[in-house]
C-alpha cells in the first residue's frame, strides 16, 4: 500500500512518518471511516487480511483503529473487542464513529 501518489511516482512513506509505520499507511488509505464508502473501497477481503496482517503492532491506538475496522470486515467480534481496549482515536475519529461501523457490520 502506497503512502504517497505523485503523477509519476509513488513512495512508501508519508511526510509525517517513516516508511515502517504501516498503520499510518492504512490510515490514510481508509479515512474517513463509513460503512458504506469503506466496504466498498476495501471490498476484497483477500486484500483486507494482507493490509491487517501487514500493520505493525507498535502503533499509537489512533492508527490502530483504522486497522481495526478493516479488520472488521472479516472478524467483526474481534475486532470489536480491540476497538473497545483503545484509549484514544485519530483525529477525526471517535469512538461513536467506530460503534457505528461496527453496528452496520453486524446487521449487514
Known amino acids: 500500500m502506497i503512502g504517497i501518489g505523485w503523477e509519476f511516482k509513488r513512495e512508501d512513506k508519508l511526510w509525517f512518518t517513516s516508511a515502517g509505520n504501516k498503520e499510518c499507511r492504512v490510515g490514510i488509505q481508509v479515512i ?3 460503512p458504506v464508502l ?28 483504522f486497522v481495526y475496522a478493516l479488520e472488521a470486515m472479516y472478524d467483526n467480534k474481534n475486532a470489536l473487542e480491540k476497538i473497545r481496549n483503545l484509549k484514544g482515536f485519530h483525529e477525526g475519529n471517535s469512538l461513536s464513529n467506530m460503534l457505528w461501523f461496527f453496528k452496520y457490520k453486524l446487521l449487514g
Open 32 to 34: 474517513p471511516i463509513m
Open 38 to 65: 469503506t466496504e466498498i473501497l476495501f471490498n476484497d477481503v483477500g486484500f483486507v487480511r494482507e493490509v491487517v496482517d501487514l500493520a505493525r503492532k507498535e502503533a499509537s491506538d489512533g492508527w490502530k483503529g
